[in-house]
């Protein structure tokens, strides 16, 4: 066996005899870049205390990993079209493998946020190699079988991650979080010489660097806008990335409408089945990432689960993620995909209905349901989605397709985590406020509550322990007046940490309604939208040529 194929897969006369073992190194390689954002929601408490994290030093532990990594995927996809996707595949999991080994080492919020960026420049890399590489590995009868794996991967790393954290954080501190990628990008890595063909595009024309650079900019900028204006604020910082987007955008489309070799032809977006499918995929990752967001949180802080306990609760959705992308490889083909899309974008919006019942007394039963259904939604609508987005693209341009696909998923990911956390964040404020209206309660105290359950929590705790130490006073004192002053004061004491703690349960469980409320709306809107572009029939599997006639068409129309 040869360690090195030599052969690219274009030129093979035959399908690539060890596809599926090149399909498995692929997932491996998607696995741990989806990972890398589930498996930190379940480590950030821990990292939080250990490096003394403030809110805005957390959200961009989160985010720095987002902004590059959206940023830089098309131009990256391009350039792995030209010169090597399996070398971009490599390369992204060298550099995600050294981001890893820097988090490990890191010790301030500085070097954590530094390290998450490289592995965001790496996961850049990763991303789009793998929906490229898929897609020329495998003949178009394959193809659509191929990606419901890919994608039934994604579904699994959404639920692995914090599963793995988890059982890490039991005898490990975070950092062991961002060490665990490594052996398993080296495992990748060498498989990928192993197993992965080469594969590149056919022809040779020059990249269109000016494009790919607009791109960047108008994509980080948007990116940026998406995490600093609400959790921060309105400021100059978030109008002036929202300018400078906007500008970014239209200076990207009128660019690429001139250049005779675009790095995105944005006249595809004409063409009904593309852009529904773009527009499935960014929605149905708002209401993904966004509910994932507050539901780890809830089972952690309310249902007070520690990070294995959460992650095995959330292993529901990863199940149900491979039956539906059963369910959509067998449907599909039959009925076409504006039903299973259809089908999977009202089942997502019917799990977040589900969650605008959880009160106060919800226990985790309450949430089997939505995990379930949100999990066969997930593998009914983007299979199919992400099999016609790949589609529209010559084998040329593969590389730009995953991009595509993926810059569609993480932005509507990012939109999810900040519009749906925004607004999680008002609505635990506004009813945190109300439940302790007229209280004894510090103000300070309040205040201090109100910015996260976390801190609700903590606050409650800290009365809590107030309250031990004023009994344990009571128990010393020699002077009975002292002694029961002291008393009194533990009774009240501890009467206000329950009065906290019950409150701030309650409030985040209002807020969490509240927000799938939203969440539903706007997925249930997306439903109709997505319906109403999407064509009635087409053929069960992608073709290229046919796009290609589709956006000709589009051009003279």
Not at 503 to 528: M, R
Request: some cysteine.
């Amino acid at each position: 066996m040869r360690l090195v194929m030599t052969e690219p897969v274009e030129r093979m006369e035959r399908p690539y005899a060890r596809r599926w073992w090149a399909l498995l190194v692929l997932c491996l390689s998607l696995l741990i870049i989806v990972m890398a954002n589930t498996a930190l929601t379940v480590a950030a408490p821990d990292m939080t205390k250990d490096l003394g994290l403030s809110s805005a030093d957390l959200q961009w532990v989160i985010d720095g990993y987002t902004v590059p990594y959206a940023a830089l995927m098309l131009l990256l996809g391009a350039i792995g079209d030209k010169y090597s996707r399996r070398g971009a595949l490599v390369l992204g999991l060298v550099v995600f493998g050294g981001g890893a080994v820097f988090g490990y080492l890191a010790d301030s919020a500085a070097t954590v946020i530094a390290a998450r960026a490289v592995m965001g420049v790496g996961a850049a890399l990763i991303m789009p190699a793998t929906l490229s590489l898929l897609a020329a590995t495998f003949p178009r009868a394959e193809r659509a079988k191929a990606i419901t794996l890919w994608t039934a991967t994604a579904g699994l790393a959404i639920a692995a991650g914090p599963v793995v954290a988890g059982a890490l954080l039991r005898d490990h501190g975070w950092s062991s979080t961002f060490l665990i990628n490594v052996p398993v990008a080296a495992v990748a890595l060498i498989a990928a010489f192993v197993l992965v063909p080469p594969s590149k595009a056919g022809h040779h024309d020059r990249i269109d660097y000016v494009g790919g650079v607009l791109s960047v900019i108008w994509t980080a900028a948007l990116v940026y806008m998406i995490i600093e204006g609400p959790h921060f604020g309105w400021g100059a910082k978030a109008i002036g990335a929202a300018v400078v987007a906007g500008v970014g955008l239209v200076a990207f489309v009128l660019w690429e409408l001139r250049h005779p070799r675009p790095i995105l032809d944005v006249r595809r977006f004409a063409a009904r089945r593309f852009a529904g499918s773009n527009l499935a995929v960014a929605l149905f990752f708002l209401a993904v990432f966004g509910a994932f967001y507050y539901l780890t949180q809830h089972l952690q802080f309310v249902l007070g689960y520690d990070a294995l306990q959460t992650g095995v609760r959330m292993l529901p959705l990863a199940g149900a993620v491979f039956v539906g992308s059963a369910l959509t490889a067998l449907l599909t083909p039959r009925v076409g995909m504006k039903w299973t899309v259809g089908a999977g974008m009202a089942g997502g919006t019917v799990a977040l209905a589900l969650l605008t019942r959880v009160d106060a007394g919800s226990t985790y039963g309450d949430f089997v349901a939505p995990l379930i259904i949100l999990g066969l939604a997930i593998g009914l609508a983007l299979s199919p989605c992400t099999d016609a987005i790949m589609g529209a693209f010559p084998e040329s341009e593969l590389g730009v397709g995953g991009a595509v696909n993926d810059t569609s998923l993480e932005l509507g990911g990012s939109l999810g985590i900040a519009i749906l956390g925004s607004l999680l964040a008002t609505s635990y404020s506004d009813h945190l406020s109300d439940a302790t209206k007229g209280s004894k309660l510090p103000a300070s105290a309040l205040d201090t509550a109100q910015d996260s359950v976390g801190a609700g929590y903590a606050v409650a705790q800290g009365i809590g322990e107030k309250a031990h130490q004023a009994a344990a006073q009571a128990q010393q004192a020699t002077d009975p007046q002292q002694a029961a002053q002291l008393k009194q004061q533990a009774g009240e004491l501890a009467s206000g940490a329950r009065q906290m703690a019950d409150a701030v349960g309650s409030a985040f469980s209002d807020a969490v309604a509240h927000t799938s409320l939203v969440g539903a709306v706007i997925l249930g809107v997306g439903t109709v939208l997505v319906a109403v572009l999407l064509p009635r029939r087409e053929a069960a599997t992608a073709q290229g040529e046919d796009a290609e006639k589709e956006l000709a068409d589009s051009r003279t129309a």
